[in-house]
C-alpha cells in the first residue's frame, strides 16, 4: 500500500508547513501586480540561468533561487511559478488558484509557447489538483501521465548507459515479421507503419476540444515529438515511414 497523505488534524499541528508559506501573504501581493503586457516583454537579468535542486524551508529564499532558472525569460514566467508555489505551500490557495487559473484564461497561447515541459506539467498538476471540473482534471492527466512515464523511461536509459544503443537489425526484422509479445498480453509497436500513436491523438483532440484548457495537454503531447527533446516519441518520429498514420 502506498503512503497516505497527511490529514488536516496532521497537517494543522505540522510546524514546517507554517514555516514553509511564512510570509506568502506579502509576496503573493507583489505577483501580477504590474501589466501583464509589461510582464511579458521583460524579461529577467543575470547572467546564465541556475536550475536549483530540492526545495528551500523559507519560501523568499526558495523563490529568489526559483527566479534564477527564469534569467533571460519573460517576468511572467516567474511570475507563474511563483504562484504554483505558493499554491503548492497552502498560501491562500483559493485567492492565488483564482488568479493562476485567470492568467491561463488570458494567456494561454504566450504560456504555451514560452514555457518549458517542467512547468507546463506543474500547470498541470495545479488544475488537476484544485479546479472543480472533472473533466479537465482527468484531461489534463493524460499529460501528467505521458511526461512521467518518459521521465522514468529516459531516466533508466541514464542509468543503464543505453542512449547510444542502436537499433538491432533482428529485432526490426522481427517486428515486420509478426506479433512481437511484451508483457501481459501487450504487443510491440510496429516500427514505421503502425498506427496506435495516431489514433491515440485522434482521440486526444476529441477530449481536449470539450475545455479551452485542455488544450495544455494537446501542447504537452507536440512537444514532445519535437526533435531537439529526445525522447521515445521523438525517436519513433524518426522511425515512423507510413505518412498515412502519423501521428505528429
Not at 505577483?31 to 521583460?42: M, Q, R, S, V
Not at 528551500?56 to 529568489?64: E, S, T, Y
Request: include cysteine; charge should be positive.
Amino acid at each position: 500500500m502506498s503512503r497516505r497523505r497527511k490529514t488536516k488534524i496532521e497537517k494543522w499541528f505540522s510546524f514546517n508547513r507554517y514555516r514553509r508559506r511564512f510570509g506568502a501573504h506579502a509576496l503573493a501581493a507583489g505577483l501580477l501586480g504590474e501589466d501583464t503586457e509589461a510582464l511579458k516583454n521583460t524579461l529577467i537579468a543575470g547572467h546564465a540561468a541556475e536550475y536549483a535542486y530540492g526545495s528551500l524551508p523559507d519560501l523568499q529564499a526558495h523563490l529568489q533561487r526559483l527566479r534564477q532558472e527564469f534569467i533571460g525569460q519573460p517576468e511572467l514566467l516567474f511570475h507563474h511559478a511563483a504562484l504554483i508555489v505558493l499554491i503548492r505551500r497552502e498560501a491562500e490557495v483559493k485567492q492565488n488558484f483564482a488568479r493562476f487559473k485567470q492568467l491561463w484564461l488570458s494567456e494561454q497561447a504566450f504560456l504555451s509557447k514560452h514555457l518549458d515541459l517542467r512547468w507546463l506539467v506543474a500547470a498541470c498538476d495545479t488544475f488537476i489538483d484544485h479546479d472543480p471540473d472533472a473533466g479537465l482534471r482527468a484531461t489534463l492527466m493524460n499529460a501528467v501521465l505521458l511526461v512521467n512515464t518518459i521521465k522514468l523511461q529516459e531516466t533508466e536509459r541514464f542509468l543503464q548507459a543505453a542512449a547510444e544503443s542502436a537499433d538491432r537489425p533482428e529485432s526490426v526484422a522481427a517486428l515486420q515479421a509478426g506479433r512481437v509479445g511484451l508483457l501481459d498480453g501487450l504487443s510491440a509497436f510496429v516500427v514505421g507503419t503502425d498506427d496506435t500513436l495516431r489514433n491515440m491523438r485522434w482521440r486526444m483532440e476529441k477530449l481536449c476540444a470539450l475545455h479551452p484548457l485542455a488544450a495544455i495537454a494537446m501542447v504537452v503531447f507536440d512537444r514532445l515529438q519535437q526533435a531537439p527533446n529526445d525522447n521515445v516519441y521523438s525517436r519513433f518520429r524518426q522511425r515512423h515511414t507510413r505518412d498515412r498514420t502519423r501521428w505528429w
